[in-house]
């Protein structure tokens, strides 16, 4: 990850730390919530990413896990948003 992306685990680090939720994101989960909110918001509408990621982050914390929970989102946002589903 670039120059930026430092700035962005320092704030994910410090933000875990302060709700003390003991869960850390790595790098491999953040680019799977990333593709997922970019997901949300090209297919249904920008608004869709931050509550997407929140629904799949309550699922998370039910015990499924981030990929499993991530895939099925993706695969009802794109399915949602095929030409034509209006």
Do not use: C
Not at 52 to 74: D, P, Q, Y
């Amino acid at each position: 990850m670039g120059e930026d992306s430092v700035g962005l685990q320092e704030w994910l680090d410090a933000l875990s730390d302060q709700l003390d939720n003991g869960y850390r994101i790595d790098e491999e989960s953040m680019h799977i919530l990333l593709d997922l909110a970019r997901d949300a918001a090209h297919e249904i509408t920008r608004p869709a990413a931050p509550l997407t990621a929140f629904l799949v982050g309550v699922s998370v914390g039910r015990g499924e896990s981030l990929g499993a929970a991530a895939a099925k989102a993706t695969e009802l946002a794109q399915s949602m948003g095929e030409p034509g589903d209006d």
